[in-house]
């Protein structure tokens, strides 16, 4: 559910899908959970822990077709650790990809 009451440009909306990720850097891929998806940013969670002000290149490909499949560049701007070795990340989308 959207919270009319958040003072922000794009709202929100709540997404449960497999993210695939790799360091805007590097090959290697990884997996993340997202979390909720905005038209400018994304927060998602994974076991890796990543550097504020990281690059990643995300692939969201969701089983419903709740929101289309994207590929973007994303830039770290805040981490939270939680338990169990979890990181949940709010990222902004920097670039979409063909």
């Known amino acids: ?16 899908c497999d993210i695939l990720w790799r360091p805007d850097d590097g090959d290697e891929l990884f997996h ?6 905005s038209a400018t ?3 998602m969670t994974c076991d890796q ?3 504020v002000g990281g690059r990643l290149e995300i692939n969201i490909n969701p089983a419903y077709r709740v929101v289309p499949p994207m590929n973007a560049i994303v830039e770290i701007l805040r ?4 338990a169990e ?3 949940e990340y709010a990222c ?3 670039e979409f990809l063909d």
């Open 41 to 43: 940013g994304l927060a």
């Open 92 to 94: 902004e989308i920097r």
């Open 85 to 87: 070795d979890k990181f």
């Open 32 to 37: 993340a959970q997202a979390i909720n998806l």
């Open 49 to 51: 822990e990543l550097p």
């Open 79 to 82: 981490v939270i650790k939680h």
């Open 1 to 16: 559910m959207v919270d009319s009451s958040e003072q922000r440009d794009y709202r929100r909306m709540q997404i449960d």
